[in-house]
């Protein structure tokens, strides 16, 4: 691994284990346009010819301060926002709207409240994959509530759950459908220091064992450089773009307090953070 | 039962096991205030023990039938429930579907609102001469101006609980592409039942009301009429039973479907 030259943030030859290999392309974002009205005024332009490529079983970070996009940009691969030009395809498709090959973790969990953490599973495995039988339905929710280690809270309903125990579902939830591409929107963000840590080791290890590709929304710096391979830190200054994008160059399966004890850990997350405050003062001088 | 002073330390102090009787002791106080108006302010209205008196025959026989014009108290007031509970599911039936309507589409929510928000405040009594006219009968025209009560408050709530569904419950159907007709049965509804029973619960409290203003006009047999009925006799001892009844009544209705609701509707947090 080299060390780093000025500047501090260079693109570093990432070094691949054998469990971690890199596929093809799985989502291409070109040109990305979007703005929203705004009563009375121009419209408020929040992307403006927007670029992202991610490769399969990839594991890609959005950084940025609240406000600069990364919900809107996550929502719009999810096919839950609209897009005022350019293209997103997921596995070579053209994303017209939501669809079950890309899966939704949100910051609020979104259980269903009447649900138990059965039935919230349930409710996704039965609608994705209605073409299985019963019983193969029911074993793969099983066999997900297994995965987050949720067995003896199966019958549980959300209100009785922890935060942590309730994104564990929301995981869960989202991986049951097999999707193509996970998707997550700051889904650690209301929860304590140590649910936090525990959760995006567990996350870590799901995205091991399964090869997901994956998408994480954070604005923590920490979590992005623990988990990503790579991280797109978006600049909001008039509108939002990819203001650097930064690799990650540790190999997997990482091990946080390797990584704490690691220089070039401290380095990149200074680095980083250097990175968020210019952006941020860009951010506030344009605003003000 | 809700506590209207939350226990001080006095309160406390005195025996836990008399609680249950401090309700007694409110009714106590009534009667107590009715004695003293009808013993020492005028000799217009009987006493409690005199009204019991007079009153003993319609406990005994709540569902005597000697004549059209004497029937029992108990009779009647299943007359009133049963125009009531009619009024009230048919209300019901067209009110949940047009909130509904209105809480998912912002086109109908323009056309009904207004509509709603100027009939709202109508007294349905206001109804029966139209009712009247139309039907020619007054047990029919009862049950519409019931029907009437029980639209605008089932019609608002539902409204605002379709409406009011979070959007992260249909993101999580629309990427798991269920149908638009699934995610109404699926996730709108049961996220708005416990507003849909919020406007039940108030429907069938002032249909209950309303009941007794609409027989006293309409006249037949009803609990609303006895009452009409027996002021015109001068007889206040049956007009204070039927006021004990009607409060009766509308206590087990709205436990009644205080259970319902708790039966169909989640937990609320904590
Ligand atoms: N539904 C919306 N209508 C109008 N403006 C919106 C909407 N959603 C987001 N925005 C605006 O888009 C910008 C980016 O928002 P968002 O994507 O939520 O940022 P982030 O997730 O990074 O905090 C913000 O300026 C926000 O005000
Ligand atoms: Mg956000």
């Known amino acids: ?288 | 039962m809700s506590h209207i002073v939350p226990g001080r330390r006095g309160a406390r102090a005195g025996a836990p096991y008399l609680r249950p009787l401090l309700p007694l002791v409110g009714f106590a106080l009534l009667l107590a205030l009715w004695w003293f108006a009808a013993t020492f302010l005028t000799n217009l209205m009987p006493g409690p023990i005199t009204a019991l008196r007079a009153n003993l025959d319609y406990l005994a026989n709540p569902f005597h039938v000697r004549g059209p014009g004497d029937i029992g108290v108990g009779f009647l007031l299943l007359q009133s429930l049963q125009r009531v509970l009619i009024g009230f599911a048919l209300g019901s039936v067209v009110a949940i579907p047009l909130g509904f309507l209105i809480g998912l589409s912002p086109l109908a929510r323009s056309m009904f609102d207004p509509l709603v928000q100027v009939l709202k405040p109508v007294s349905p009594v206001a109804w029966l001469p139209v009712a009247l006219a139309v039907f020619n009968l007054a047990n029919p025209s009862a049950i519409f101006v019931i029907f009437i009560t029980s639209l605008w408050p089932t019609v608002i709530n539902t409204a605002v609980g379709v409406a009011g569904v979070p959007k992260d419950y249909l993101a999580v159907a629309r990427v798991v592409e269920m149908p638009r007709w699934k995610q109404i049965v699926r996730i709108v509804l049961p996220a708005a039942l416990p507003y849909i029973f919020t406007g039940l619960r108030i429907s069938l409290g002032i249909a209950w009301l309303v009941i007794v203003a609409v027989e006293m006009l309409t006249g037949g047999q009803g609990i609303g009429f006895f009452v009409w009925d027996e002021w015109n006799r001068l007889n206040l001892s049956a007009v204070f039973l039927a006021i004990l009844l009607i409060g009766l009544t509308g206590l087990l209705l709205d436990l009644a479907i205080g259970r319902i609701q708790a039966a169909f509707t989640w937990a609320p947090e904590g």
Request: aromatic share 4%; no cysteine.
């Open chain 1, 1 to 288: 691994m080299k060390t780093h030259p000025t500047p501090p943030i260079a693109p570093a030859p990432v070094s691949h284990d054998t469990f971690h290999q890199l596929g093809g392309d799985l989502l291409v974002a070109r040109e990305l346009v979007k703005s929203y009205p705004v009563k009375g005024g121009a419209a408020n332009t929040i992307f403006d010819g927007l670029d992202l490529t991610v490769r399969e079983n990839e594991f890609v970070a959005i950084l940025g301060h609240s406000g600069s996009g990364k919900s809107t940009l996550l929502r719009m691969i999810a096919g839950l926002e609209s897009i005022d030009g350019g293209t997103i395809e997921v596995g070579g498709r053209r994303v017209t709207g939501p669809g079950k090959d890309r899966m939704m973790i949100f910051q609020h969990y979104a259980l269903l409240p009447w649900l138990s953490v059965e039935g919230n599973i349930r409710l996704a495995v039965d609608e994705v994959m209605g073409d299985r039988t019963r019983s193969e339905r029911d074993e793969i929710v099983r066999e997900h509530i297994a995965m987050v280690h949720l067995e003896a809270a199966a019958d549980k309903r959300p209100h009785e759950l922890s935060g942590g125990m309730r994104q564990r579902v929301g995981i869960a939830r989202a991986l049951a459908v097999q999707p193509l591409l996970l998707l997550m929107d700051e889904p650690l963000g209301a929860l304590d220091p140590f649910t936090r840590a525990r959760l995006q080791d567990q996350i870590l290890d799901l995205y091991y064992a399964r090869h997901q590709t994956i998408v994480l929304v954070t604005h923590d710096v920490d979590e992005a450089l623990l988990m990503a391979d790579r991280i797109v830190v978006l600049r909001a200054n008039g509108s939002a773009s990819i203001g650097r994008i930064i690799e990650v160059p540790f190999d997997h399966p990482r091990d946080r307090k390797a990584l704490r004890e690691d220089g070039r850990f401290q380095e990149l997350r200074n680095a980083t953070l250097e990175l968020l405050e210019e952006y941020f003062d860009e951010m506030s001088a344009t605003d003000g």
